[in-house]
């Protein structure tokens, strides 16, 4: 154990600072504060010096990163901490209340908490003083049966961690006062942490508030003084992303496992019948225009703006229908789109006139929704022509894919059909269109969108003709073979398989690679994308205008 003298750190001291500065007739105000700051520093180096266990508050903010834990998890990290106390506690600083925290406009909240600590507040966990040894201790060496207290030597032959009587004597106190302050702080904290994760249990909303009387509310039992409460390090504001009541969470397991029965009987469908005669189908809505939702900007604007080409396409939505597989066509052929249309139904000027692609089935209705009608006309025209001997359609609880009563009237007689429909509020998570596919499609539809307008193409990405065209050449790309395996991790995710293919992020191929110039000759303009098929860079005209339907593929 190493010891520290003062007089001889003076004495070093002087030798460095005596030819620079001669002492004058009194001390300032500044030297006085100075003298003070670099004894408390002495003291505490002469306290660890001598003492060979060091009575210090073990760092909080390693017990409160709550983010993913259990009040289990959170009670165990918090009772294995060095929370220490005893006669070196003297040697703290006073002012540790915690303060209100400043929040931002935008209520991020990630405040720590102010521990005071030495230096170095870590000890070796075999020479921690916990509340408990410090009880039984103190009862040893006061020895009530005996009434007459134990020399300091017989005390420390049973416990190694006492240094001297005066340890003990603090010791003593601490218990008659329902422990240290460092042990009140712990019973608060682990206290506070149990209503914060009873109320995410119950998914309440909890604000810095909360955390603030929940921890008042808990030092009224251990009664720390001057303790004032502040928000927990490591818990921050988030946005609500959605609201649920009491009964859906009561209802959790039971739709957990109608989940798991689903996967459970496609998995015995494909193990009977193979992959190829399975599909998922479900539709999805777009907006007329379709642009990012978010953009850079300046640091600290609060108010960001972006322009459109019509505000009222914006709001207003049309509905496409996919259809993929885990076999050996992933694809369905054909897209399958229904847009708004004022009498729901294309005028014949208009029928005429309009794009047609080759890949395309075009209706409409008055809503831009799909109807029944519209939803029997699909499978009778687009469907079941493509099918073989058996198809077995996985859908979502939509009531017209339930109703398939007028379904199995309009199919083929060789075809055995089977319709599979997913529970209610389980899609996100065992539908594989909404597990990946839509999500990918819509990402690369917003990024030629946003491309027309930020580089002010005189195109209106939200007329009929543009947006056909352009689904009928995006829809294109998402066929070829090298974005095969995003299908097949789909199925993958959402449980049906066990194939974890690695896939090409359609998005990532197509929009990050764009160094150099159009494949075309002579061609200046700005790229656009790189093909799925040829891995040609294109500009817009000459995927565009050109209509570069490819069909070649380099792999």
Same mark, same amino acid.
């Given at each position: 154990?190493?010891?520290?003298?003062?007089?001889?750190?003076?004495?070093?001291?002087?030798?460095?600072?005596?030819?620079?500065?001669?002492?004058?007739?009194?001390?300032?105000?500044?030297?006085?504060?100075?003298?003070?700051?670099?004894?408390?520093?002495?003291?505490?180096?002469?306290?660890?010096?001598?003492?060979?266990?060091?009575?210090?508050?073990?760092?909080?903010?390693?017990?409160?990163?709550?983010?993913?834990?259990?009040?289990?998890?959170?009670?165990?990290?918090?009772?294995?901490?060095?929370?220490?106390?005893?006669?070196?506690?003297?040697?703290?600083?006073?002012?540790?209340?915690?303060?209100?925290?400043?929040?931002?406009?935008?209520?991020?909240?990630?405040?720590?908490?102010?521990?005071?600590?030495?230096?170095?507040?870590?000890?070796?966990?075999?020479?921690?003083?916990?509340?408990?040894?410090?009880?039984?201790?103190?009862?040893?060496?006061?020895?009530?049966?005996?009434?007459?207290?134990?020399?300091?030597?017989?005390?420390?032959?049973?416990?190694?961690?006492?240094?001297?009587?005066?340890?003990?004597?603090?010791?003593?106190?601490?218990?008659?006062? +329902?422990?240290?302050? %460092?042990?009140?702080?712990?019973? /608060?904290? @682990?206290?506070?942490? *149990?209503?914060? =994760?009873?109320?995410?249990?119950?998914?309440?909303?909890?604000?810095?508030?909360?955390?603030?009387?929940?921890?008042?509310?808990?030092?009224?039992?251990?009664?720390?003084?001057?303790?004032?409460?502040?928000?927990?390090?490591?818990?921050?504001?988030?946005?609500?992303?959605?609201?649920?009541?009491?009964?859906?969470?009561?209802?959790?397991?039971?739709?957990?496992?109608?989940?798991?029965?689903?996967?459970?009987?496609?998995?015995?469908?494909?193990?009977?019948?193979?992959?190829?005669?399975?599909?998922?189908?479900?539709?999805?809505?777009?907006?007329?225009?379709?642009?990012?939702?978010?953009?850079?900007?300046?640091?600290?604007?609060?108010?960001?703006?972006?322009?459109?080409?019509?505000?009222?396409?914006?709001?207003?939505?049309?509905?496409?229908?996919?259809?993929?597989?885990? +076999?050996?066509?992933? %694809?369905?052929?054909?897209?399958? /789109?229904? @847009?708004?249309?004022? *009498?729901?139904? =294309?005028?014949?000027?208009?029928?005429?006139?309009?794009?047609?692609?080759?890949?395309?089935?075009?209706?409409?209705?008055?809503?831009?929704?799909?109807?029944?009608?519209?939803?029997?006309?699909?499978?009778?025209?687009?469907?079941?022509?493509?099918?073989?001997?058996?198809?077995?359609?996985?859908?979502?609880?939509?009531?017209?894919?339930?109703?398939?009563?007028?379904?199995?009237?309009?199919?083929?007689?060789?075809?055995?059909?089977?319709?599979?429909?997913?529970?209610?509020?389980?899609?996100?998570?065992?539908?594989?269109?909404?597990?990946?596919?839509?999500?990918?499609?819509?990402?690369?539809?917003?990024?030629?969108?946003?491309?027309?307008?930020?580089?002010?193409?005189?195109?209106?990405?939200?007329?009929?003709?543009?947006?056909?065209?352009?689904?009928?050449?995006?829809?294109?790309?998402?066929?070829?073979?090298?974005?095969?395996?995003?299908?097949?991790?789909?199925?993958?995710?959402?449980?049906?398989?066990?194939?974890?293919?690695?896939?090409?992020?359609?998005?990532?191929?197509?929009?990050?690679?764009?160094?150099?110039?159009?494949?075309?000759?002579?061609?200046?303009?700005?790229?656009?994308?790189?093909?799925?098929?040829?891995?040609?860079?294109?500009?817009?005209?000459?995927?565009?205008?050109?209509?570069?339907?490819?069909?070649?593929?380099?792999?």
């Amino acid at each position: 154990m190493y010891s520290i003298n003062p007089l001889k750190v003076l004495k070093l001291l002087e030798e460095e600072y005596k030819l620079r500065y001669q002492p004058d007739d009194a001390p300032s105000e500044a030297d006085k504060q100075l003298k003070d700051l670099i004894k408390d520093l002495i003291d505490i180096k002469i306290a660890r010096s001598e003492i060979p266990v060091l009575e210090v508050e073990e760092d909080l903010q390693g017990d409160l990163q709550l983010d993913g834990l259990t009040f289990d998890d959170f009670e165990k990290t918090a009772g294995g901490a060095n929370l220490l106390n005893g006669s070196a506690e003297r040697y703290f600083f006073e002012d540790d209340r915690l303060n209100e925290p400043v929040t931002s406009d935008t209520e991020l909240s990630s405040h720590e908490i102010f521990v005071p600590r030495l230096p170095d507040p870590r000890v070796p966990s075999s020479q921690a003083v916990n509340l408990d040894y410090k009880k039984r201790a103190v009862d040893f060496w006061c020895n009530a049966t005996a009434k007459k207290r134990r020399s300091l030597s017989s005390v420390r032959n049973h416990f190694t961690k006492v240094r001297d009587e005066r340890q003990l004597r603090d010791w003593k106190k601490q218990l008659a006062e +329902g422990g240290s302050r %460092f042990d009140k702080l712990k019973v /608060i904290r @682990l206290e506070t942490a *149990k209503q914060y =994760f009873l109320a995410k249990q119950k998914r309440q909303v909890v604000k810095d508030l909360d955390l603030q009387r929940w921890a008042i509310t808990a030092n009224n039992d251990v009664d720390l003084p001057g303790f004032t409460a502040s928000p927990y390090y490591g818990i921050v504001d988030r946005k609500i992303t959605k609201f649920v009541t009491k009964k859906s969470l009561e209802a959790a397991p039971q739709v957990k496992q109608s989940a798991e029965e689903c996967v459970a009987l496609v998995r015995s469908r494909i193990a009977e019948h193979g992959l190829d005669c399975l599909w998922n189908t479900d539709q999805s809505g777009f907006e007329y225009e379709m642009r990012p939702g978010r953009t850079l900007e300046q640091k600290g604007v609060k108010h960001v703006e972006a322009i459109t080409q019509s505000e009222n396409s914006m709001t207003h939505y049309y509905t496409v229908m996919m259809t993929i597989s885990p +076999g050996t066509r992933k %694809f369905h052929p054909i897209w399958f /789109i229904t @847009l708004k249309e004022e *009498k729901g139904v =294309f005028g014949p000027i208009v029928s005429k006139t309009m794009f047609k692609g080759d890949n395309l089935y075009i209706t409409a209705s008055t809503s831009g929704k799909m109807t029944k009608k519209l939803y029997l006309e699909r499978s009778e025209n687009v469907l079941f022509p493509h099918m073989e001997d058996r198809c077995i359609i996985l859908a979502d609880s939509w009531k017209t894919f339930t109703d398939q009563d007028a379904v199995i009237e309009l199919k083929p007689e060789e075809l055995q059909y089977e319709m599979i429909t997913i529970p209610p509020k389980v899609t996100g998570s065992i539908q594989p269109l909404d597990v990946l596919c839509f999500r990918m499609y819509k990402g690369c539809f917003k990024k030629i969108s946003n491309f027309v307008v930020v580089n002010d193409i005189p195109v209106h990405v939200h007329h009929r003709d543009v947006i056909l065209k352009l689904h009928s050449l995006l829809y294109q790309r998402f066929q070829s073979s090298r974005f095969e395996n995003l299908i097949v991790r789909a199925w993958f995710k959402s449980g049906y398989t066990d194939e974890r293919a690695q896939y090409v992020n359609p998005a990532s191929f197509m929009f990050k690679k764009l160094n150099g110039r159009c494949i075309h000759n002579n061609c200046k303009n700005t790229v656009l994308l790189v093909c799925g098929w040829c891995k040609g860079r294109l500009c817009f005209h000459h995927f565009y205008d050109v209509h570069h339907f490819c069909t070649i593929y380099l792999p």
